[in-house]
């Protein structure tokens, strides 16, 4: 159901990576947080995107982010080959979702047509993290493991149409207005 840190904001780390457990009413009154533990090994232009995205939410946490973008990544892969078109429209901006709407009609007219299935998520990292008049963006690229077979419009697996597993490594960017009471990330780029 989308990328929701504020539900992942109940544990933090200090500087010696103990959890420290907040209760509801430290969440609730903004408690500034030093420096996070999981920020230490970030480059200095992530750790400056962090801090910009902090001024607005200090609630953000990075590690809480990129586990909401691996399940995000996997639902919306799930979502258009089952052409869940109301898992696509949570999950990505109105350009984005309507790009996809796009390509499943195109597919549903032919036929047959190339369906993917996430295998793993190898690797997910955050690439770039910004902020620009209060919107925060942030690209994390993803290497996954896929595999790809040809159905037809009935939905049966075309015979030995199943390829050998691929990896494939994608870059997709998520975004949030700052100044919304909305947590949920969306993907604007894939």
């Known amino acids: ?17 103990k959890v420290i457990e907040l209760t509801p009413q430290q969440l609730e009154r903004n408690t ?3 420096v996070e533990e999981e920020d230490t090994e970030l480059s200095e232009a992530l750790k400056a995107g962090v801090k910009a995205i902090r001024e607005e939410d200090n609630g953000f946490r990075l590690k809480a982010f990129m586990e909401g973008s691996k399940v995000a990544f996997e639902m ?3 979502g258009f080959s089952k052409n869940d078109q109301e898992t696509l429209n949570m999950l990505l901006s109105k350009e984005l979702f309507e790009s996809f709407q796009r ?3 195109l597919r549903s007219g032919q036929d ?27 690209t994390v690229r993803f290497v996954s493991e896929q595999i790809q077979v040809n159905r037809t419009r009935k939905g049966e ?20 207005d700052l100044r919304s009471p909305n947590p949920n990330w969306i993907v604007t780029e894939t």
Do not use: Y
């Open 112 to 138: 047959e047509f190339a369906e993917t299935t996430l295998i793993s998520i190898l690797e997910a990292e955050p690439q770039t993290i910004s902020v620009e008049n209060k919107k925060a963006s942030i």
């Open 76 to 78: 919306v892969l799930d």
């Open 157 to 176: 697996t075309v015979k030995d149409s199943t390829s050998a597993i691929e990896q494939v490594e994608d870059a997709w960017v998520f975004t949030r």
């Open 1 to 17: 159901s989308g990328i929701d840190p504020a539900a992942m904001r109940d544990a933090t780390f200090d500087q010696s990576s």
């Open 32 to 34: 500034p947080i030093v």
């Open 103 to 105: 390509e499943m009609k």
